[in-house]
């Protein structure tokens, strides 16, 4: 299931990560085992950040809605890291829709 979002235009990699540790779980796409590693390692660090701001944010503006945190993006001039839950995935941003890679990312979590 996580490599069918290899089929999404621009989509370069993917993994699953452990959410205790960060490990890879399982990573599809071109990417040697320590890449695999820094990704996963990455996308816990950035999940775990988004959320305590996420948090923040909803005591600030005493909204609802805010958390828990479904998502993050991470804009490169050529490349986008995107992760939802502990989901991730590396687009090549001439070719990937975000929109797409973001509701691919949450199927496979099984957010909608």
Do not use: Y
């Not at 990937?96 to 099984?110: I, P, Q």
């Amino acid at each position: 299931m996580l490599k069918q979002l290899l089929d999404i235009k621009g989509v370069q990699a993917v993994a699953h990560f452990r959410e205790e540790s960060g490990e890879p779980w399982q990573v599809h796409g071109e990417l040697s085992e320590a890449d695999a590693n820094r990704l996963t390692r990455l996308a816990h660090d950035f999940k775990r950040m988004t959320q305590g701001h996420a948090d923040q944010l909803a005591l600030f503006v005493n909204q609802p809605g805010w958390t828990p945190a479904n998502g993050w993006i991470v804009h490169g001039g050529q490349r986008t890291v995107c992760g939802v839950a502990s989901m991730v995935a590396v687009v090549d941003n001439a070719e990937a829709n975000l929109t797409d890679v973001m509701k691919g990312l949450a199927r496979e979590a099984f957010f909608l």
